[in-house]
T-cell receptor
Framework: GNSVTQMEGPVTLSEEAFLTINCTYT??????LFWYVQYPGEGLQLLLK?????DKGSNKGFEATYRKETTSFHLEKGSVQVSDSAVYFC??????????????FGKGTHLIIQP | GAVVSQHPSRVICKSGTSVKIECRSL??????MFWYRQFPKQSLMLMAT?????????EQGVEKDKFLINHASLTLSTLTVTSAHPEDSSFYIC?????????FGPGTRLTVL
């Protein structure tokens, strides 16, 4: 079946540090890949996405590249801010294309940025 | 835009009672909504897919008679936990599909005593 594995947290960094959160997946076919962010007390928000191999999703300084050869979708940011403190979820959608289908999530990585 | 609400945000009930959780898309219509469950320090697990005007599709291992889903309109889906027990205590999250993306509600914390 489908699964998503992401690095365990919490991850604690200083402001302006470089961030990498690893995510690998197992899936049949060609899934779409997502990163969601959950700020304290709020619902999940879509951070970025990629729908095919070698696609790079980017938003708010965050980037992730869909690597089919390594089945990975690692999240990166060059210089983190205190406001980036949140829980980050890597996820995949089973169907390629725009079909409405449920997501498979990783366990989430709690990111803490210290001033 | 694309706001999804859930009600209630928290509920505490006695064992054996039923609890209804509402999920609403506030500014768009959603043919498809999803229900997830999240245990502490665990990932969100898809429970079921709710389609307006038809029966919900449940994931393997999820009891459909335990978790009743009704998608009565394009903006409302409800999840009823019937005869709740302490092991049903969890964080329940819904999402609504729009343009191939899912927009999530803030979640409902259910505690069964």
């Amino acid at each position: 079946g489908n699964s998503v594995t992401q690095m365990e947290g919490p991850v604690t960094l200083s402001e302006e540090a470089f961030l990498t959160i690893n995510c690998t997946y197992t899936a049949t076919g060609y899934p779409s890949l997502f990163w969601y962010v959950q700020y304290p007390g709020e619902g999940l928000q879509l951070l970025l996405k990629a729908t095919k191999a070698d696609d790079k999703g980017s938003n708010k300084g965050f980037e992730a590249t869909y690597r089919k050869e390594t089945t990975s979708f690692h999240l990166e940011k060059g210089s983190v801010q205190v406001s980036d403190s949140a829980v980050y979820f890597c996820a995949l959608r089973r169907l390629a294309g725009g079909g409405a289908d449920g997501l498979t999530f990783g366990k989430g990585t709690h990111l803490i940025i210290q001033p | 835009g694309a706001v999804v609400s859930q009600h209630p945000s928290r509920v505490i009930c006695k064992s054996g009672t039923s609890v209804k959780i509402e999920c609403r898309s506030l500014d768009f219509q959603a043919t498809t909504m999803f229900w997830y469950r999240q245990f502490p320090k665990q990932s969100l697990m898809l429970m079921a897919t709710s389609n307006e005007g038809s029966k919900a599709t449940y994931e393997q291992g999820v009891e459909k008679d335990k978790f009743l889903i009704n998608h009565a309109s394009l903006t409302l889906s409800t999840l009823t936990v019937t005869s709740a027990h302490p092991e049903d205590s969890s964080f329940y999250i819904c999402s609504a599909s729009l343009g191939g993306f899912q927009f999530f509600g803030p979640g409902t914390r259910l505690t069964v005593l």
